[in-house]
C-alpha cells in the first residue's frame, strides 16, 4: 500500500472516530464529502478497508453504520493526564499530573500517557484543541506518524517525516509551517495512538 493511501486512511479513521465520539458515526456520502472524493464509491473501500483491518465495525441495516469494535480482551489501566502539548507553534513541555483516565490499551505492557491538545495545527487529522491524546512512550516512529516531539525542551504534536537529509514536523492545517529539525535537537516523547474528546467535561479517577 502506498504511503498516500496509508496517510489518507488514517485520516478518515480519525474523522470517522470523532464523529462516533461526538454521538454519530457519518454516512457514507458525508465521508466523501469529507475528502472531495469524486465518487461515493471511494468513501466506501476505505471504510470496508478499515472495517477489514479490525478499525472500525460495521453495523448492518443502518445508513450511519459504523461503530468502535470492542476489544474485551485489552487490559484497563489508568493512563496519567500530563497537560497540554501545542499543536501549533513550540510551547514549553507540561508534565504536572491532574488527573487519571482509565482506558483500555492493545499493549498495556507499553508505558502510556495523555496531553491535553492546544492549538490548531492538527485539525486535518481530527485534532481539536481540547481534545485528549492517548500516547505511547516511544523514542522512534514510524515515518507518518503523529507524535510528541521535544524540541530543545519544547513540545508539540505533528506528523513525523523522515528523509535521508531531514526530519520534517509537519502540520494538518495549511495556515501552519513545517517545522524542519536536526536529528540533535529532536527527541520523541511518543506515538500518538488515540484521540478523546469529551462534550461535557473529561472524566477522571480522583474525582
Given at each position: 500500500m502506498r504511503a498516500g493511501t496509508i496517510h489518507?486512511?488514517?485520516?478518515?479513521?480519525?474523522?470517522?472516530?470523532?464523529?462516533?465520539?461526538e454521538g454519530h458515526s457519518p454516512t457514507i456520502r458525508e465521508v466523501q464529502q469529507a475528502f472531495d472524493f469524486a465518487a461515493v464509491e471511494s468513501a466506501r473501500q476505505h471504510l470496508k478497508a478499515l472495517v477489514e483491518s479490525g478499525d472500525l465495525h460495521q453495523l448492518s441495516g443502518q445508513a450511519r453504520g459504523y461503530s468502535l469494535p470492542h476489544h474485551r480482551?485489552?487490559?484497563?489501566?489508568?493512563?496519567?493526564?500530563?497537560?497540554?502539548?501545542?499543536?501549533?507553534?513550540?510551547?514549553t513541555a507540561l508534565e504536572d499530573p491532574?488527573?487519571?483516565?482509565?482506558?483500555?490499551l492493545r499493549?498495556?505492557?507499553?508505558?502510556?500517557?495523555?496531553l491535553r491538545v492546544e492549538g490548531e495545527s492538527m485539525t486535518g487529522a481530527g485534532i481539536q484543541p481540547g481534545d485528549l491524546l492517548l500516547v505511547r512512550r516511544a523514542a522512534v516512529a514510524q515515518n507518518g506518524a503523529i507524535v510528541v516531539a521535544l524540541?530543545?525542551?519544547?513540545?508539540?504534536?505533528?506528523?513525523?517525516e523522515i528523509t535521508?537529509?531531514?526530519i520534517k514536523l509537519k502540520p494538518e492545517n495549511p495556515k501552519f509551517a513545517t517545522i524542519e529539525v536536526s536529528n540533535?535537537?529532536?527527541?520523541?516523547l511518543g506515538v500518538v495512538i488515540e484521540v478523546h474528546r469529551y462534550l461535557e467535561?473529561?472524566?477522571?479517577?480522583d474525582g
Amino acid at each position: 500500500m502506498r504511503a498516500g493511501t496509508i496517510h489518507l486512511r488514517k485520516r478518515i479513521l480519525a474523522y470517522v472516530k470523532n464523529r462516533i465520539l461526538e454521538g454519530h458515526s457519518p454516512t457514507i456520502r458525508e465521508v466523501q464529502q469529507a475528502f472531495d472524493f469524486a465518487a461515493v464509491e471511494s468513501a466506501r473501500q476505505h471504510l470496508k478497508a478499515l472495517v477489514e483491518s479490525g478499525d472500525l465495525h460495521q453495523l448492518s441495516g443502518q445508513a450511519r453504520g459504523y461503530s468502535l469494535p470492542h476489544h474485551r480482551s485489552f487490559k484497563r489501566r489508568a493512563i496519567p493526564i500530563l497537560g497540554f502539548v501545542q499543536a501549533g507553534q513550540l510551547t514549553t513541555a507540561l508534565e504536572d499530573p491532574d488527573g487519571f483516565l482509565e482506558l483500555p490499551l492493545r499493549h498495556s505492557q507499553d508505558e502510556h500517557f495523555l496531553l491535553r491538545v492546544e492549538g490548531e495545527s492538527m485539525t486535518g487529522a481530527g485534532i481539536q484543541p481540547g481534545d485528549l491524546l492517548l500516547v505511547r512512550r516511544a523514542a522512534v516512529a514510524q515515518n507518518g506518524a503523529i507524535v510528541v516531539a521535544l524540541v530543545e525542551d519544547e513540545a508539540t504534536v505533528k506528523r513525523i517525516e523522515i528523509t535521508p537529509k531531514s526530519i520534517k514536523l509537519k502540520p494538518e492545517n495549511p495556515k501552519f509551517a513545517t517545522i524542519e529539525v536536526s536529528n540533535n535537537s529532536l527527541s520523541l516523547l511518543g506515538v500518538v495512538i488515540e484521540v478523546h474528546r469529551y462534550l461535557e467535561g473529561i472524566p477522571s479517577l480522583d474525582g
